[in-house]
């Protein structure tokens, strides 16, 4: 299939919906694909030029008033250049958006005035924009973006691709009409194997600093505050470092709140070996966000042989991955994230047990297991299904 991914931003690592799309990019043209893109940025390294294949680029659009907000958090919305996305649509078989702003609206008007397929993702939750924004609070607001979302975007097209059952729940809730198909982002193999290499021992170390990490954009809704608070309800404050693996708008606010800590907080920003390397070396991963659409850096986590600590917020779809209540706590409470941390540490026999089920249990996360789902959704959208695709072959 020749398919044309849209996206605003694509050449980027600090924004989970651009870093999907890369991976599934990759993975689709090992699969003997071709795979263009039409996106607002062009690739701005040897190593981003590596991934493109004759982009469509359209040119950044600078938001008035909020661009400042979207440079920090790593997201630019792109220009919808009519000329560009009809030669861009033009050419694919199939049409795949990824974010349900000016570009990706303009690609699936178009497709669907020229009858081409056109399939979208859910990826970003409106309440990841009323977080930056500082009411997230304000329920009515979320549900006013999940309908504009719905009537602009995704009951424009016939099936949709979201991450998680729970996202899939609340867009039925908000009236959403397509057909919704849940499909893991999925894992790059290199943290599955990278966790065969991990030796499970039931080691309580009293003699050295125990590394505690979190991975993820630093900005209000992930929570990284909640860590950091949590140290002064922790019996283990004085030897725990915090590693804090990403970039974002709250960067200076973490910093300086981090500095009332006996152990100043380390943040990172790693390419996929250096974090595999930290993650090998970590004691313990936490993931505190409020909301979100999965957690991809959860299951690389856990994919190492990490046990998770993981918020149990009923906006987060994170959640679904705690194999029992121990990995769980309360949503927004850094005692009870305290608690849980100091349960772990001080046992090192279940926690040793329980890495080895969690490595095991991320192995049907692979990325290509999700990318075979996501091919499947594609050739429903075109209309060639699973017994033509075997006919051909065998032709």
């Not at 008033?65 to 220009?79: D, R």
């Not at 009858?115 to 309440?127: D, S």
Request: proline share 4%; with cysteine; hydrophobic share 40%.
């Amino acid at each position: 299939m020749k398919i044309l991914f849209v996206i605003d931003t694509f050449y980027t690592s600090n924004n989970g919906t651009s870093i999907s799309a890369q991976r599934y990019c990759s993975e689709l043209r090992k699969r003997g694909h071709e795979v263009r893109l039409l996106c607002g940025d062009k690739p701005k390294t040897i190593e981003e030029m590596q991934i493109t294949d004759g982009d469509f680029c359209t040119g950044v659009f600078h938001f008035p008033i909020f661009q400042p907000i979207c440079e920090k958090n790593g997201f630019l919305y792109a220009n919808w250049t009519p000329s560009i996305v009809e030669q861009a649509c033009n050419w694919a078989d199939i049409v795949h958006v990824f974010t349900p702003f000016f570009l990706c609206n303009a690609a699936i008007r178009y497709c669907n005035k020229i009858g081409k397929p056109v399939t979208a993702a859910f990826h970003i939750q409106p309440e990841n924009i009323t977080s930056n924004l500082g009411v997230a609070w304000f329920e009515p607001f979320n549900k006013m973006i999940y309908r504009i979302f719905a009537r602009t975007t995704y009951n424009r097209v016939r099936h949709v691709h979201t991450p998680s059952q729970l996202i899939a729940n609340i867009m039925r809730k908000n009236g959403y009409t397509a057909d919704i198909h849940v499909i893991s982002n999925g894992i790059n193999d290199d943290f599955i194997e990278a966790g065969k290499d991990r030796s499970f021992v039931a080691e309580n170390p009293t003699d050295r600093l125990i590394k505690i990490m979190m991975i993820g954009r630093l900005s209000r809704e992930k929570r990284q505050d909640l860590i950091i608070n949590a140290m002064q309800y922790s019996k283990y404050a004085n030897r725990i470092q915090l590693v804090f693996a990403g970039k974002g708008p709250r960067y200076q606010y973490l910093r300086q709140l981090g500095d009332k800590l006996m152990i100043k907080p380390q943040f990172l920003y790693l390419n996929r070996q250096q974090l595999i390397d930290e993650l090998m070396t970590t004691d313990l991963y936490i993931h505190a966000s409020d909301m979100e659409s999965e957690a991809i850096s959860c299951i690389e986590a856990f994919a190492t042989g990490l046990v998770p600590v993981i918020a149990n917020s009923p906006k987060s779809a994170t959640p679904q991955f705690a194999l029992d209540g121990r990995s769980l706590f309360k949503a927004g409470n850094p005692k009870d994230l305290a608690r849980t941390i100091d349960y772990w540490l001080d046992r090192p026999q279940e926690r040793a047990l329980m890495a080895n089920k969690y490595r095991t249990s991320a192995r049907k996360y692979s990325l290509s297991n999700s990318v075979a789902i996501f091919e499947s959704m594609l050739r429903k959208e075109i209309g060639i299904d699973e017994s033509q695709m075997l006919r051909r072959k065998i032709a």
